[in-house]
């Protein structure tokens, strides 16, 4: 499909959910005396009448699981049933033989509930069938299969079987449930195989959203947004999920288990083999704020891994959190929906770290003049500081609170006064609302020419001048520093800084985790200015940008100039590559 087909399908409604309900529900379920993740204990329930008996008692309803959506502020449900872990149960009678199916039809009871209140329904679909037969039980159903398909060959154990098995059960469910918004897919790893499936499901609905569990650095042409789970991932903060990425912003979604595992197995014993993964350090509903605001300080959506109960009710633990966010959105959502991460390609101020050890991200209204700064670690005094970017600021006020701060801009820095920042560890997140000048300090891009001395053509100097994501400067020069690059600008300018926007090609920190390629944001650096672009003169900045995310500002000392020279003298992952999406001067 084109890419204007894909701009449509996530304009219609999956770029602003920002709030997604991951629930894991299924032959599992249950709670368990024994350790469930030791292979010799058994599921919860070895047959769909036992399952389906078991929920009826329990007083299984799909009003639990769309009313927790709602306080939650959640766009979308994904029910992940048809998984290797929950017995690939298909909660939809089912003319597909090969996995077990409901007589009650569980589906159609959540598409109608949630539809109601304008939340989509999307189905989880495993690429594999590791546990056909897992936990003493055969799952899988080779020979129904067959007799269906009339065909002795296919065996949907193995992979090639399995595919054509997942894809029937996909083509069913689109047939009876029009309303199903589209398909989570998790272990789609052959970039081939992947890009094959979703162009015949683009072909057959060409509406559906399709999400693939990705671990690479983009996705495939019908791939309409990118899961990024918490699996293997290294992140600085701890809480900052989007700092173990090494993707950009826009049209990728957070993937994560809310206390406890993805799916509910009891409360959890001490003897447990994943008692200390899941259930020994739970963190706080202060914590989880955290995360879910640094995903959506990328522009991306946050996936939240709620495990059910057998009777489609939720465990304490997780309720808690529950009311603690939703108390949270009361005041807080419009910093969250309707909104940009800041520091990438609309602007706003730089997330990361601020002054005084402060950690936070920043979120914008494109068009507007908001702008919100999430502080998520506290500065160690009174004092919230940052660079400003350019930005006029002419009113701040604590979101929650209605009540206006004292502030101040000097030399390009922006500080706020707060006599507490207690709030941070009440609520997860303190929201500080701005107000900003219609005008921007930064010099117009369209005075402005860039230069440099090696250029991929596909990815010229010219480009740091435009601001879309998807358009950036790679210098030609492999191995040698230091690079630079060369602004010329139409009349002499009173400088006093430059903002720059890198790629995001590796986590933040050191290691980075499973699978994450080097970082190669720029490390040291060096800044010249002259007035006729042969005599430089000494630097008038340098120093070490940080390996983070997102926008960051070097300022200097005022001077007036015609030219400014960025060089970069190495890169964080110790690779030859020099390399900027953007790039705005700053003037006095």
Same mark, same amino acid.
């Given at each position: 499909?084109?890419?204007?087909?894909?701009?449509?399908?996530?304009?219609?409604?999956?770029?602003?959910?920002?709030?997604?309900?991951?629930?894991?529900?299924?032959?599992?379920?249950?709670?368990?005396?024994?350790?469930?993740?030791?292979?010799?204990?058994?599921?919860?329930?070895?047959?769909?009448?036992?399952?389906?008996?078991?929920?009826?008692?329990?007083?299984?309803?799909?009003?639990?699981?769309?009313?927790?959506?709602?306080? /939650?502020?959640?766009? &979308?449900?994904?029910? %992940?049933? *048809?998984?290797? $872990?929950?017995?690939?149960? =298909?909660?939809?009678?089912? @003319?597909?033989?090969?996995?077990?199916?409901?007589?009650?039809?569980?589906?159609?009871?959540?598409?109608?509930?949630?539809?109601?209140?304008?939340?989509?329904?999307?189905?989880?679909?495993?690429?594999?069938?590791?546990?056909?037969?897992?936990?003493?039980?055969?799952?899988?159903?080779?020979?129904?299969?067959?007799?269906?398909?009339?065909?002795?060959?296919?065996?949907?154990?193995?992979?090639?079987?399995?595919?054509?098995?997942?894809?029937?059960?996909?083509?069913? /469910?689109?047939?009876? &449930?029009?309303?199903? %918004?589209? *398909?989570?897919? $998790?272990?789609?790893?052959? =970039?081939?195989?992947?890009? @094959?499936?979703?162009?015949?499901?683009?072909?057959?609905?060409?509406?559906?959203?399709?999400?693939?569990?990705?671990?690479?650095?983009?996705?495939?042409?019908?791939?309409?947004?990118?899961?990024?789970?918490?699996?293997?991932?290294?992140?600085?903060?701890?809480?900052?999920?989007?700092?173990?990425?090494?993707?950009?912003?826009?049209?990728?979604?957070?993937?994560?288990?809310?206390?406890?595992?993805?799916?509910?197995?009891?409360?959890?014993?001490?003897?447990?083999?994943?008692?200390?993964?899941?259930?020994?350090?739970?963190?706080?509903?202060?914590?989880?704020?955290?995360?879910?605001?640094?995903?959506?300080?990328?522009?991306?959506?946050?996936?939240?891994?709620?495990?059910?109960?057998?009777?489609?009710?939720?465990?304490?633990?997780?309720?808690?959190?529950?009311?603690?966010?939703?108390?949270?959105?009361?005041?807080?959502?419009?910093?969250?929906?309707?909104?940009?991460?800041?520091?990438?390609?609309?602007?706003?101020?730089?997330?990361?770290?601020?002054?005084?050890?402060?950690?936070?991200?920043?979120?914008?209204?494109?068009?507007?003049?908001?702008?919100?700064?999430?502080?998520?670690?506290?500065?160690?005094?009174?004092?919230?500081?940052?660079?400003?970017?350019?930005?006029?600021?002419?009113?701040?006020?604590?979101?929650?609170?209605?009540?206006?701060?004292?502030?101040?801009?000097?030399?390009?820095?922006?500080?706020?006064?707060?006599?507490?920042?207690?709030?941070?560890?009440?609520?997860?997140?303190?929201?500080?609302?701005?107000?900003?000048?219609?005008?921007?300090?930064?010099?117009?891009?369209?005075?402005?020419?860039?230069?440099?001395?090696?250029?991929?053509?596909?990815?010229?100097?010219?480009?740091?001048?435009?601001?879309?994501?998807?358009?950036?400067?790679?210098?030609?020069?492999?191995?040698?520093?230091?690079?630079?690059?060369?602004?010329?600008?139409?009349?002499?300018?009173?400088?006093?800084?430059?903002?720059?926007?890198?790629?995001?090609?590796?986590?933040?920190?050191?290691?980075?985790?499973?699978?994450?390629?080097?970082?190669?944001?720029?490390?040291?650096?060096?800044?010249?200015?002259?007035?006729?672009?042969?005599?430089?003169?000494?630097?008038?900045?340098?120093?070490?940008?940080?390996?983070?995310?997102?926008?960051?500002?070097?300022?200097?000392?005022?001077?007036?100039?015609?030219?400014?020279?960025?060089?970069?003298?190495?890169?964080?992952?110790?690779?030859?590559?020099?390399?900027?999406?953007?790039?705005?001067?700053?003037?006095?």
């Amino acid at each position: 499909m084109n890419s204007a087909a894909t701009e449509e399908r996530l304009r219609t409604w999956y770029r602003d959910a920002r709030i997604g309900l991951f629930l894991h529900w299924g032959m599992r379920t249950g709670d368990y005396d024994k350790d469930p993740f030791d292979s010799e204990t058994p599921y919860a329930y070895e047959t769909v009448e036992d399952f389906e008996q078991a929920a009826a008692d329990n007083g299984w309803s799909a009003q639990r699981w769309v009313t927790t959506a709602v306080r /939650l502020k959640a766009k &979308y449900i994904t029910l %992940a049933t *048809f998984h290797c $872990d929950m017995g690939y149960l =298909k909660i939809w009678p089912s @003319d597909v033989p090969g996995s077990p199916c409901t007589k009650r039809d569980y589906l159609r009871e959540v598409i109608d509930a949630a539809t109601a209140e304008g939340i989509r329904i999307v189905i989880y679909i495993n690429r594999d069938s590791k546990h056909a037969f897992h936990h003493g039980i055969q799952w899988l159903d080779r020979e129904a299969y067959r007799a269906y398909k009339g065909d002795e060959q296919v065996d949907i154990i193995a992979r090639d079987g399995w595919l054509t098995y997942s894809m029937d059960v996909m083509f069913e /469910l689109l047939d009876r &449930y029009p309303e199903v %918004a589209g *398909f989570w897919f $998790d272990g789609y790893h052959d =970039k081939l195989e992947a890009q @094959d499936v979703f162009a015949r499901l683009h072909a057959r609905r060409e509406d559906l959203i399709l999400i693939n569990n990705d671990f690479s650095d983009a996705p495939v042409a019908d791939e309409d947004a990118m899961a990024l789970e918490d699996f293997g991932k290294d992140c600085t903060p701890e809480f900052d999920y989007a700092s173990g990425t090494w993707v950009g912003p826009h049209d990728k979604e957070f993937a994560f288990k809310m206390k406890w595992d993805w799916f509910y197995l009891g409360e959890g014993k001490p003897d447990w083999g994943a008692y200390e993964l899941n259930y020994a350090n739970v963190a706080s509903d202060q914590e989880f704020v955290k995360r879910i605001v640094t995903i959506a300080g990328s522009s991306w959506n946050a996936h939240l891994g709620y495990g059910p109960k057998i009777g489609g009710d939720f465990p304490e633990v997780v309720n808690s959190f529950t009311a603690h966010f939703e108390q949270y959105l009361s005041w807080a959502s419009e910093s969250i929906y309707g909104t940009y991460g800041g520091g990438y390609d609309h602007g706003g101020f730089p997330p990361g770290y601020w002054q005084d050890g402060a950690y936070g991200v920043t979120t914008l209204v494109p068009g507007e003049r908001v702008h919100y700064l999430h502080v998520l670690t506290p500065p160690g005094g009174s004092q919230l500081t940052l660079p400003d970017a350019g930005y006029a600021v002419e009113r701040v006020l604590d979101l929650k609170t209605a009540e206006p701060l004292a502030f101040s801009q000097q030399d390009g820095w922006l500080t706020i006064s707060s006599p507490s920042w207690d709030a941070v560890d009440r609520d997860g997140d303190r929201v500080l609302k701005l107000t900003v000048s219609a005008e921007v300090g930064v010099v117009p891009r369209n005075e402005i020419t860039v230069s440099t001395r090696w250029e991929m053509p596909y990815a010229p100097a010219s480009n740091v001048l435009d601001s879309h994501y998807d358009r950036y400067f790679r210098s030609a020069m492999a191995g040698q520093w230091p690079q630079s690059l060369t602004f010329s600008l139409a009349d002499k300018t009173e400088l006093r800084g430059i903002s720059l926007v890198q790629p995001e090609t590796g986590a933040a920190g050191e290691g980075g985790g499973y699978a994450a390629p080097v970082s190669e944001r720029i490390k040291a650096y060096e800044i010249y200015v002259s007035d006729d672009g042969e005599t430089w003169g000494e630097a008038v900045a340098s120093g070490e940008l940080r390996n983070q995310r997102g926008k960051q500002v070097i300022l200097f000392p005022s001077v007036s100039a015609s030219y400014l020279r960025l060089t970069a003298k190495n890169n964080f992952g110790g690779t030859g590559t020099f390399q900027l999406i953007s790039a705005e001067l700053l003037k006095h």
